[in-house]
């Protein structure tokens, strides 16, 4: 995206600089004080104090309450060779850190300098996932800068739906340039899995799990195992091929389940699992009224809340499911629980957590706090790159 000679400047009021100033890059509408020059929603603007000192430049729209990501603290071009070394940086960050495979997130946003993007690979197609107005103008460029990926020779846009109605742009959901596969196989560890590139959730699968997956699956042995919320079955795989005796994937989407029975089935599993579709909430209350035990369970929901709002309904959501699940666990049964709702802290999620084995007369020890895995990386400075949280529990 060529940008113009001279970017129009937002313009900070006084003292609300600080978020700025200690590593944040998000800037909202009542931190404005005004835009000085030409501007168009979405292109690049220079950022300045209100004593007009350079702070960085990021996209501008004014239409949703973040009006300003900061995609650089220094004043140059975001231009091609930007996104390049944006890129190369985050390839090579994964790269020393052993990540980079058929499968794996290339670019994190925030997390990799490139607020509004993120981009995952699975086998020969990258998938690149759009959150804001000025990134869906640099597309192009992004593609172009993915050129240094080996292996990769597709693009699929998969734009989310809820940040092009905040941000006024029409999410993509096709192929940019030449069609690929409409669907891939990918290696994680020792288990192959499909993934539906076009239709498939978020970008087609939860890259974010592979090193809890690789967790549980190194306790799965001997154990009977539920995967609540399992999408396309990859914890309930890794846990059968690592030994379980038995999975049941609970799931309420047709369309997931029928790729999480191919995904059993690829891995010579589907003799020992049983797929049940239907409301989570549902199915383990009347999994508890049937007398069902397991000794290992995951508990992997999608997001309660988008909102801060809705944070209170969330909380009564996370704390039902889990009551019901530590209710479900056999003696010395181990629970691996999660929230990906970056509006849900570490400490909220915890203490939740907490009320919920209280309420199920349960004591449970904690093995271990759980993460995203290292190719989402986390800013220390801005604590939204770390949405997902967890925790090994067992029962003692």
């Known amino acids: 995206m060529a940008e113009r000679s001279a970017p129009a400047k937002l313009l900070l009021k006084r003292g609300k600089d600080g978020r700025v100033r200690a590593g944040h890059p998000w800037i909202y509408r009542g931190e404005v004080a005004e835009v000085v020059g030409g501007w168009k929603a979405g292109e690049a603007v220079s950022v300045l104090d209100s004593q007009r000192r350079f702070l960085g430049r990021g996209f501008y ?10 995609l ?7 231009d091609g060779a930007f996104f390049r070394g ?42 690149i996932r759009c959150l804001t107005l000025g990134m869906t103008a640099c597309r192009p460029l992004v593609v172009e800068a993915l050129s240094s990926l080996e292996g990769v020779a597709h693009y699929y846009g998969h734009d ?6 905040l941000e006024g742009f029409e999410p993509l959901q096709g192929w940019i340039g030449d069609a690929g596969p409409a669907e891939v196989e990918i290696r994680e560890g020792p288990c192959r899995f499909l993934v539906a590139i076009e239709g498939g959730q978020k970008t087609g699968f939860y890259l ?13 042995r001997g154990r009977r195992l539920l995967d609540v919320f399992g999408y396309t079955a990859a914890f309930a795989c890794q846990g059968l091929v690592a030994g379980a005796t038995r999975a049941v994937v609970i799931e309420s989407s047709p369309e997931a389940l029928a790729l999480a029975r191919r995904n059993l089935a690829l891995n010579s599993v589907a ?22 035990r397991f000794d290992l369970i995951v508990l992997d929901p999608p997001p309660f809340t988008r909102t801060k709002t809705a944070l209170e309904a969330a909380a009564r959501g996370y704390k039902e499911i889990n009551l019901r699940a530590l209710r479900l666990l056999s003696a010395g049964g181990i629970l691996a629980t999660f929230s990906c709702s970056h509006h849900v802290s570490p400490a909220d999620f915890e203490e939740i957590v907490r009320a919920a084995a209280a309420d199920a007369g349960v004591t449970v020890r904690v093995r271990a706090a759980l993460t995203q895995s290292r190719d989402h990386p986390v800013l220390l400075t801005v604590p939204e790159t770390r949405y997902l949280k967890g925790l090994l529990l067992e029962v003692v």
């Open 61 to 70: 729209n004014p239409r949703p309450s973040l009006v300003c990501r900061l």
């Open 208 to 220: 974010d799990q592979r090193e809890n997956r690789a967790l549980v699956a190194g306790l799965a």
């Open 271 to 292: 003799d020992r699992a049983e797929l049940r579709e239907g409301n989570a909430f549902d199915l383990l209350r009347a999994m508890e009224r049937g007398g069902d």
């Open 72 to 78: 650089t603290r220094r004043d140059e071009p975001v």
């Open 86 to 127: 944006r890129v190369e940086a985050a390839l090579a960050l994964r790269r020393e850190a052993g990540l980079v495979s058929d499968a794996f997130r290339v670019v994190w946003s925030e997390a990799d300098g490139l607020p509004g993007l993120v981009v995952d690979r699975y086998a020969a197609v990258a998938v």
């Open 160 to 165: 989310e739906e809820v940040a092009g109605r």
